[in-house]
Nanobody
């Protein structure tokens, strides 16, 4: 079991920017799918963005063109750069990870599916105000 430690988040005005980070520690392997999910009050957790060890990314349509996901494989750190944020981006954001075997890849649907991940960060609040 690995630990995912998140940082970043907070309050931002609509149209502003924010960066979230997530570092995996205690990792027995070096290849991970890592992803960002979010959950707004009263709503289900939804996938936001994913990046795998081979550099493939999957981005939810709701944030495409505004959010960018990057990953530093050397220390298994995932970032989410949030630009031009909207009120609808207000949510608790979670980092998630699972092993990525050599030669394996997820489909776009799998990449943003909560059920695919078995390691989760503690969550961090993002509040967008007008």
């Amino acid at each position: 079991q690995i630990q995912l430690v998140q940082s970043g988040g907070g309050s931002v005005q609509a149209g502003g920017s924010l960066t979230l980070s997530c570092q995996a520690s205690g990792a027995p392997r070096t290849r991970y799918y890592m992803a960002w999910f979010r959950q707004a009050p009263g709503k289900e957790r939804e996938g936001v963005a994913q990046r795998d060890t081979d550099g493939r990314t999957n981005i939810a349509n709701s944030v495409k063109g505004r959010f960018t996901v990057t990953k530093v494989n050397a220390n298994n750190t995932l970032y989410l750069q949030m630009n031009n944020v909207e009120l609808a981006d207000t949510a608790m954001y979670y980092c998630a990870a699972r092993d990525q075997p050599w030669g394996a890849r997820m489909t776009p649907l799998q990449a943003l599916d909560v059920a695919q991940y078995d390691n989760w960060g503690q969550g961090t609040h993002v509040t967008v105000s007008s």
